[in-house]
């Protein structure tokens, strides 16, 4: 099992940047994919899963209206979008595969993205 | 939201050391718990579920346990490469939440 995301990013803010994963090694449609963010030096916040077979995404409430999970499973990559950019959003991004119990069993490599103008 | 609070923050073992980790759960998440383990500048690796059960590949100095509330990561004997940030995270239900993490330093 692999997953590989994309890599690192710079944006202003305001900005929009998209994130992508890359799953290998398993049917991607059989695990939903989550995503997870760090902020440098903090810990894992929790923000999306996506259910990969429907596509319907469930966000948390902190992040409602402002990020986008989708999925293209004919090359088995989910995509996380998040939208207007602020400093605070400087984190390092990652996916990870979630079995139907909510274990996040395998994880990217993580993707920072830096908010600077 | 299930608040998960994880103590202490940091702690200072030496190698061959027992180590405990303690995580207390807001409500009840019954045996709804995950810990995972994170290197510095790598992504968390998975440890256990089910509050108690080793993923595959996990050495045995590593075990969980607790249910309900509280809960708790044991390493029987401290090893070089398991100094680390530790994690507990509930699956009982969306929001999934993790606590803030233990950083085991030397």
């Known amino acids: 099992v692999q997953l590989v995301q994309s890599g690192a990013e710079v944006k202003k803010p305001g900005a929009s940047v998209k994130v992508s994963c890359k799953a290998s090694?398993?049917?991607?449609?059989?695990?939903?994919i989550n995503w997870v963010r760090q902020v440098p030096g903090q810990g894992l916040e929790w923000m999306a899963w996506m259910n990969p077979i429907t596509g319907n995404p469930g966000y948390s409430q902190k992040f409602r209206g402002r990020v986008t999970v989708t999925r293209d499973t004919s090359i088995s990559t989910a995509y996380l979008e998040v939208n207007s950019l602020t400093s605070d959003d400087t984190a390092v991004y990652y996916c990870?595969?979630?079995?139907?119990?909510?274990?996040?069993?395998?994880w990217g490599q993580g993707s920072l993205v830096t908010v600077s103008s | 939201d299930i608040q998960m609070t994880q103590s202490p923050s940091s702690l200072s073992a030496g190698v061959g050391d027992r180590v405990i980790i303690t995580c207390r759960a807001s409500?009840?998440?019954?045996?709804?718990l995950l810990w995972y383990q994170q290197k510095l500048g790598e992504a968390p690796k998975f440890l256990i579920y089910g509050a108690s059960s080793l993923q595959s590949g996990v050495p045995s100095r590593f075990s969980g346990g607790g249910s309900g509330r509280d809960f708790t990561l044991t390493i029987s004997s401290l090893q070089p490469e398991d100094f680390a940030t530790y994690y507990c995270?509930?699956?009982?239900?969306?929001?999934?939440?993790f606590g803030q993490g233990t950083k085991v330093e030397v």
């Open positions: 995270q509930q699956s009982y239900s969306t929001p999934w939440t």
């Open positions: 990870a595969r979630t079995t139907n119990s909510g274990w996040f069993d395998h």
């Open positions: 409500q009840s998440i019954t045996t709804h």
């Open positions: 090694g398993y049917i991607f449609t059989n695990y939903e």
